[in-house]
């Protein structure tokens, strides 16, 4: 984190592994969790921001790096939602033609309690041993899995897919979340509630530049999520879900796109 004009800010957040929340479950039997540090730090040194619901996480701006994810980058999103104990903390990231608002290097967090359907969502396999897999349901897209002793391997895995999609033009935005463990078929209920892992989603999607369009809601790392922040009353009221997968869909790749793609980023992963 960097030195806010707040001085109750501190000008870094110091953590080890040992810090990470790994006994966190989404269920109302469960008690919540403590507050652990990190949420303390964020909503104390935040709480203009927060009382707003949204904060951005710059890292260190003075490098002048654009936004291009780099594995540090990955790797503190992932450990930020695992040293949170609340599951209804987000980290996400826009590419450019993906909706970002600037172009230096940046994460999006915020705290949303409501479940979403991605925490849980069945996932097919794809190289699992690097904890790739593709989302079975809409909006089609990909996603990491990363425990704890994970976070490095799954980091690295991830930068080589974004570099992969920076050097062939392709857009992309991130959504990082307290997950259950990867699986194709349905779960008992023991196991859909755990969140002791980070759900990394990656999608693809078609580039869109210049202003945002007058649409019902912009389609980013929150929409893709199923976070939908309409930008007025009546298209909250009036839209249907049929309209809401109909605008995203218009961002989303092709299928025959997506699946060439998908062929490349196994082979990638496999061969490295």
């Given amino acids: 984190m960097t030195k806010s004009k707040d001085s109750t800010m501190p000008l870094q957040f110091v953590y080890t592994d040992q810090d990470f929340v790994t006994d966190v479950h989404r269920s109302s039997e469960k008690s919540p969790s403590p507050t652990a540090q990190f949420d303390a730090v ?35 999103g992932i450990e930020s939602v695992l040293l949170s104990s609340d599951t209804g903390f987000r ?8 909706f970002a608002s600037v172009n230096h290097l940046h994460l999006h967090g915020y705290y949303m309690d409501h479940e979403l359907k991605i925490e849980s969502m069945l996932l097919k396999p794809l190289v699992p041993d690097k904890g790739f897999y593709r989302l079975l349901d809409f909006p089609a897209g990909f996603v990491f899995y990363a425990e704890s002793q994970d976070v490095e391997k799954v980091a690295r895995a991830i930068c080589e ?7 062939g033009n392709i857009a992309h935005n991130l959504f990082l979340t307290r997950g259950c463990p990867p699986c194709d078929r349905i779960q008992d209920k023991t196991n859909v509630c755990l969140r002791k892992g980070v759900r990394i989603a990656v999608w693809p999607r078609m580039s869109c530049f210049g202003a945002k369009e007058d649409s019902a809601f912009n389609v ?20 249907t879900e049929k309209d809401v997968m109909d605008i995203i869909e218009q961002y989303l790749l092709p299928d025959r796109e997506f699946h060439s793609l998908e062929q490349q980023l196994l082979r990638l992963l496999t061969d490295s």
């Fill in 220 to 239: 980013a790392l929150c929409e893709l999520a199923g976070h939908l922040p309409f930008k007025n009353k009546k298209d909250y009221e009036l839209s």
């Fill in 91 to 98: 980290v996400g990231f826009n590419s450019l033609g993906g």
């Fill in 161 to 167: 897919v974004t570099d992969f999609l920076v050097d």
């Fill in 42 to 76: 964020v909503r104390a040194g935040w709480s203009d921001r927060m009382a707003r619901g949204l904060f951005r996480y710059n890292l260190d701006p003075s490098c002048c790096l654009p936004q291009v994810l780099t594995r540090f980058t990955i790797q503190g």
